[in-house]
């Protein structure tokens, strides 16, 4: 990718830049707290990774952040891992995610949406009312501050409901989609031993109906501190023996009380995907998690009372947790539950239409998909009122922007389109979407505020204009407070911390333009290396996808035992398409004219399919282990892979290569 796009896709015309949040947040930031009142985001942002202390504090402020205790300081010990932000504050998070009942309480704080499409709401007075409900009946469970509560569940209301119960009386939520198989979800839960499990007797998918009920059997045999099971009738199966009833729970008309816990209070367990191991169990704060996305859902992604969030996600997935969050800034959120392509590839589309969505979210696979599909979003629905689209999951290729904004101009739409990256590790972005920048093609707009994001060389020399690692140097108040079971806290600092000391090392190859914006070039821990010459995986993808006999592709690079270097790249072909010489030769021309001829691939090689975690995302490392010589049982956790059976594909591969 280009880091040189000097004449930008899209610019925010003045009103826009006028009526953002972040605009008014430096004007009143400059004028209480010292912020620079001129110079843009740039000098913002410098000002926020500077004034560190000051930044969050203006933070709370603005968003009125209210501590039930008030804190000692901002941050006093800055060191990582080991910050601790705001020590001596207690708040709630569930207390802020509710708190626009009190003036909104008639409209919509959720609006539900199945594979029928049709919007179901549920307002802000019914979500506090089975909030408080449910919260009375875990603590008459119970269920105290720190107890672990665990979902099963698709992206429904009641998943949301359970997840803000939770943190209302101060418990510590965790949740696998229900499609997951049982192996997978005990590793996950059997790590933080829950004392409630949330349940469906099933789930809806590509029209048709999933029963998880003998799975349901399996967790509640093999979860040995579970105090209690909830039956979710969403096939509308009578609750197993000793289940309670949601509806009897959630009956009540009770006013939550929400219990004031520590700012570091855990509030939720995420999980990294675990495709090499037991995934690790990632404890963030209620404090932590409420400002960060205060400032990522409120700044940088503009929301507040009359927008309509939708973002396509499964509550396996750290984007269902930051979803949630939008109510946070009293904004409707839209959940989808059903396939992102059912019954055609515009799904996701007709939903915004139909939901009148203004921050659409999806991952770069879709958008690539509907070009490929040949779907024409602007024309073929009603998204006048989206503002926004925003991807994760992987990084937008230049054509995916190319293609948004083509589609939406064609019908008179000028659309900000916001390319993010983050990650579970922080349940929030490190760099995206700023409402008053530019967009170049192929680039995220800018590093967070409060992000001190940097790109650096194996020395921890900072680089710009050059690929380097992606390093945050000063604490974010998401970090993980700890991985759950890790009492020396000697994985936590084996994850992020041991290249750097001091420093956090995510694993992603980035580039910081001189122009301060970000482009991600994929995952370091399977970077490509060809004569000396680092290459991004996802460059690769990007130029070989356009083609469209590739439906999706898969490239690794092995080291040798004899020091040499083979990097085949596996493509899954599109129906009808051969693996012909034509298409041989026009793959690699592809990629020696848009990339280089470093970039050429050894081999090409036809496969039946790219596996790719539970949540989406192609798996690089465990492949490269299988064609290296690993087997298949140190190379990958069987229950982390959305299909095993492709797997062994690359182990024979391995094999019959000696």
């Given amino acids: 990718m280009s880091t040189t796009n000097p004449t930008p896709l899209w610019e925010p015309d003045r009103e826009r830049v006028a009526r953002a949040r972040i605009t008014r947040f430096q004007a009143w930031a400059a004028e209480r707290h010292g912020a620079p009142a001129d110079g843009g985001y740039a000098a913002l942002h ?37 910050a601790r932000w705001f020590p001596g504050a207690k708040l709630n998070y569930a207390e802020h995610a509710l708190r626009a009942a009190d003036t909104r309480g008639d409209e919509p704080a959720l609006l539900y949406v199945d594979e029928n499409h049709e919007p179901r709401p549920m307002t802000w007075s ?93 967790l509640r045999r093999e979860l040995p501190t579970l105090r209690a099971v909830v039956h979710i009738p969403l096939l509308g199966t009578e609750p197993p023996e000793d289940a309670l009833e949601w509806s009897i729970l959630t009956s009540s ?39 960060e996305h205060l400032k990522q859902l409120g700044l940088h992604c503009d929301l507040g009372p009359e927008d309509r ?55 770069a696979a879709y958008v690539m998909a509907c070009r490929k599909a040949e779907v024409h979003p602007a024309r073929e629905f009603d998204l006048s009122k989206v503002q926004c689209v925003a991807t994760t999951g992987s990084p937008l290729p230049p054509d995916g922007f190319r293609w948004l904004h083509d589609e939406f101009a064609a019908s008179g739409a000028a659309l900000w389109i916001a390319s993010v990256s983050g990650g579970t590790d922080v349940c929030s972005c490190f760099a995206g979407a700023v409402p008053t920048l530019p967009v170049h093609i192929g680039e995220l707009q800018a590093p967070g505020l409060g992000t001190d994001l940097q790109s650096w060389d194996p020395s921890g020399r900072p680089l710009v204009d050059e690929v380097g690692e992606l390093v945050v140097t000063n604490p974010m108040p998401s970090m993980p407070i700890h991985f759950w079971n890790d009492p020396d806290g000697s994985r ?142 140190k190379a990958v956790n069987p229950g982390s892979i959305d299909n095993l059976d492709l797997l062994h594909f690359y182990e024979e591969l391995a094999r019959k290569r000696g």
């Fill in 309 to 363: 969030f939708f973002w396509y996600t499964s509550t396996g997935w750290m984007m269902w947790n930051f979803l949630v969050s939008g109510l946070l800034t009293g904004t409707t959120i839209v959940l989808y539950d059903g396939s992102p392509g059912y019954p055609d590839t515009g799904a996701q589309w007709r939903i915004a239409d139909r939901t009148g969505t203004t921050l659409f979210g999806t991952s």
């Fill in 46 to 82: 410098g000002w926020s990774v500077d004034r560190l202390d000051t930044f969050w504090q203006a933070v709370t402020e603005w968003f009125d952040v209210r501590f039930s205790t008030p804190y000692a300081h901002v941050l006093g010990d800055r060191s990582m891992p080991g």
């Fill in 492 to 633: 936590y600092h084996d994850s992020y911390f041991d290249t750097y000391p001091g420093v956090w090392r995510h694993g992603d190859w980035i580039t910081l333009t001189s122009r301060g914006s970000v482009i991600i070039h994929g995952r370091s821990d399977s970077t490509l290396n060809r004569q000396g010459v680092r290459m991004g995986s996802a460059d690769i993808y990007e130029a070989v996808e356009r083609l469209p006999e590739i439906k999706e592709s898969l490239v690794i690079g092995v080291e040798q035992p004899d020091g040499g270097y083979w990097m085949p790249l596996f493509v899954h072909l599109a129906p009808g398409a051969v693996l012909d010489e034509a298409l041989l030769n026009r793959i690699k021309q592809t990629i020696r004219e848009q990339l280089s001829p470093r970039h050429v691939p050894d081999e090409v090689i036809e496969v039946p399919g790219v596996p790719h975690t539970l949540t989406g995302k192609r798996i690089e490392v465990p492949v490269k282990r299988l064609l290296q010589g690993s087997p298949l049982e």
């Fill in 126 to 218: 019914e979500l506090r009312r089975q909030v408080g409900s449910l919260a009375a009946e875990l603590r008459a469970l119970g269920v105290r501050p720190g107890d672990r509560v665990s979902g099963y569940l698709p992206n429904v209301p009641q998943a949301v409901v359970a997840l803000l119960a939770t943190a209302a009386v101060g418990g510590v939520w965790t949740s696998c989609a229900p499609d997951f198989g049982a192996r997978s979800v005990l590793d996950r839960f059997q790590q933080v031993e829950p004392v409630v499990l949330f349940t469906v007797d099933g789930y809806r998918y590509g029209g048709k109906e999933h029963d998880r009920r003998d799975t349901v059997a399996e």
């Fill in 253 to 291: 008309d009770v006013t939550p009380a929400y219990e004031q816990v520590a700012f570091d209070h855990p509030l939720w367990v995420l999980y990294s995907s675990g495709t090499t191991g037991l995934p690790k169990a990632i404890v963030q704060s209620q404090g932590g998690i409420l400002v």
